[in-house]
């Protein structure tokens, strides 16, 4: 219990002064909230100003959680902080990475669990190795300027995730079904040598010859005999089922058929009888004579037109022959065609792919170039964004144009130095070629170098002295304004302050409600304990006094003795009753003290109150005055 409340303790004491790169309180949060006391001791509250710059990240925060499909950001009575971790903790999981983290039970938690809760979301982001640093502190504070990056690149990671999951159930499952099933990709010569094949197998086959000639027979049964040649019956024949015989009565009456029992007789036995003249026709049976004779001599005319008829069909059928055998083998010249346009595809393919992929390296490598760019521009914005903070505090704006002159002086002397010394040389170059020239013209030049010389040397050293001199200032003036930038980054300003007292009240308040619960369960034991040991006590009399009342009423002298027992038992618990009213007389004694103290501490609180109020009110007519001040005098 007290290990764990330091613990807690240090925790939250190392998040309020922990130092980072962006400050906790270098900007004022949206909806602080803290109490205070009026002049009159009620009870107020009093917010921060908010931040515009923050309120426009948390919405576009939300409104990229929102695209990305965490649709539970649009709840409108879920805390920002309730919003933002759990989106987060959905992107994670939709990464392929476990957080411990249950945001549908846990809302609107306390420090300690926020604290648990971004520690684990920060070790998650770690594993995924995310470029943008952040810290739990930050999460907690809700710095949305440092959360942005990390829920763009996070939403970027589920959008990828989401799509190689996507591609490796498909593969799956294309795997899976091609285990059991085929596609349909036969060829068109494939599908013409089934075709045939199954009309060669369903062809007609002739099971019965006629022994004689049909001459003599009728239309009807020249029909009947051809069709029972190859084993068809038609008619009534067969015994039809009663629900399939109306559907089939009228094909019945079409070959010559009567309904009823008679008519099926009749048709049996004209089957029979057109029976009796055929044989199987297993093979070539022996033809005699007469049966050759009688069919020569039946109908020469109508096998004459057989005949021609015959020629012209087998005609027809060579010709389809001939054009199916051409159409097959355009149709593999097409095929050939095709394989080779494929082919060539592919190849072209190949060489693309390749082409892809050094335009895909060279789009990484820009991509990263890109983004260290971005990075250096939102450091230098930053930068400059710090500074601007710092120039516009009255008190600094003019040691800042100070500095500010000082630098551009020493930049400016920086320059005409270098200016001189390329002046020097060119003039220096000048006399040389000159002195040169008249030397080759036959004039006699005057040795006066030395003498030349030493004055140079002599005006060097003092110029060299005087650029030491200006930059040991120069250094000087730059410690100078280091130091002063450090001294103004130590003052907090008042959202810092306000930030301050936030989390002060907010430890304050947790640290008093677990002293005071943890002090109701120090009471309570104690209480639970006196009561045990009260009942114990009269437990054990009233058992000493059952197991004694028998041998007491036995006799008069142990009836008295047992009488002067029980008024000594009695007088004993009057006693202390006594002394526990008097305890509680002396705990509500202390009680009232402490009340009355509370009240004149309310008291002086008050007055407090009022003094800060009123000091405020005098900074704030000291702050009008000097501004009118400024203005006089600039005018």
């Known amino acids: 219990g007290q290990g764990s409340g330091e613990y807690n303790w240090r925790v939250k004491m190392a998040q309020i002064a922990s130092p980072a790169t962006g400050s906790l309180f270098a900007r004022a949060r949206a909806g602080v909230k803290a109490k205070a006391f009026d002049a009159e001791g009620k009870e107020v509250e009093f917010d921060v100003r908010e931040d515009e710059e923050q309120t426009v990240k948390l919405d576009e925060t939300v409104e990229l959680l929102l695209a990305a499909g965490y649709f539970r950001a649009r709840i409108k009575g879920l805390a920002p902080f309730d919003k933002v971790v759990g989106g987060m903790t959905w992107c994670l999981t ?107 197998a369903f062809k007609p086959k002739r099971q019965f010859r006629a022994r004689a000639a049909q001459g003599d027979l009728d239309l009807d049964a020249r029909v009947h005999t051809t069709l029972l040649e190859y084993g068809r019956r038609y008619g009534v024949s067969k015994q039809q089922p009663k629900e399939t015989s109306d559907k089939k009565s009228a094909v019945a009456k079409g070959l010559g058929a009567t309904e009823g029992p008679d008519a099926h007789e009749l048709e049996e036995k004209r089957v029979r009888s057109l029976m009796s003249n055929m044989a199987e ?200 304004y280091v130091k002063l930038q450090r001294q103004i980054d130590a003052i907090p300003s008042r959202a810092e302050l306000a930030q ?40 054990s009399l009233l058992t000493s006094i059952h197991d004694n009342f028998t041998l007491a009423m036995s006799s008069n002298a142990n009836k008295e003795k047992f009488l002067e027992q029980m008024t000594n038992i009695v007088a004993g618990v009057k006693a202390n009753l006594e002394k526990m009213e008097d305890k509680h007389a002396t705990e509500k004694q202390t009680r009232d003290k402490l009340s009355d103290k509370h009240l004149e501490l309310v008291e002086v609180e008050r007055q407090y109150l009022k003094a800060v109020k009123e000091q405020e009110a005098e900074f704030a007519k000291s702050e009008a005055l000097q501004a009118k001040q400024k203005k006089k005098a600039a005018s």
């Open 94 to 200: 939709a990464s392929s990475v476990d957080v411990d983290v249950d945001l549908l039970f846990t809302e609107n938690s306390t420090i300690k669990q926020k604290i648990s809760l971004t520690e684990k979301i920060v070790a998650a982001l770690k594993k995924l190795k995310c470029p943008h640093r952040i810290e739990p502190y930050q999460i907690q504070g809700l710095d949305f300027i440092h959360i942005y990056p990390v829920v763009q690149w996070l939403v970027k990671k589920a959008i990828e995730t989401r799509e190689e999951m996507n591609q490796a159930i498909r593969a799956r499952t294309l795997l899976e079904y091609g285990k059991n099933n085929k596609t349909q990709d036969d060829s068109v010569e494939t599908a013409l040598a089934s075709f045939l094949s199954v009309k060669e």
């Open 281 to 480: 026709s297993g093979g070539l049976a022996a033809v005699s004579t007469a049966v050759l004779g009688s069919l020569v001599s039946m109908q020469q005319a109508e096998i004459a037109q057989l005949s021609g008829e015959y020629a012209a069909d087998a005609a027809t059928r060579a010709s389809v022959d001939n054009e199916r055998a051409d159409g097959m083998a355009a149709h593999k010249r097409r095929v050939g065609a095709l394989q080779k346009q494929i082919e060539a595809a592919q190849k072209k393919i190949e060489g693309l792919e390749g082409e892809y992929g050094a335009t895909r390296d060279q789009l990484r490598a820009a991509k990263e170039e890109a983004r260290a760019a971005v990075e250096q521009s939102q450091a230098l914005a930053a930068e400059q964004e710090r500074l601007d903070h710092l120039e516009g505090d009255d008190a600094t704006k003019a040691i800042v144009a100070k500095l500010r002159h000082l630098v551009a002086l020493n930049e400016s002397l920086k320059g005409q130095e270098t200016q001189f010394k390329a002046t020097c040389k060119t003039e220096m170059a000048a006399l040389q070629a000159r002195i040169a020239a008249l030397r080759g013209e036959g004039y006699e030049v005057m040795d006066t170098s030395a003498v030349r010389t030493a004055e140079i040397n002599q005006q060097y050293e003092e110029d060299m002295k005087k650029l030491q001199k200006l930059r040991q200032q120069s250094a000087k003036r730059a410690r100078e």
């Open 500 to 539: 301050y007292q936030r989390r002060f009240i907010e430890l304050y308040e947790q640290m008093s409600a677990k002293h005071r619960e943890t002090k109701q369960h120090f009471i309570l034991y104690n209480t639970l304990y006196d009561v045990r040991m009260f009942m114990e006590k009269e437990v």
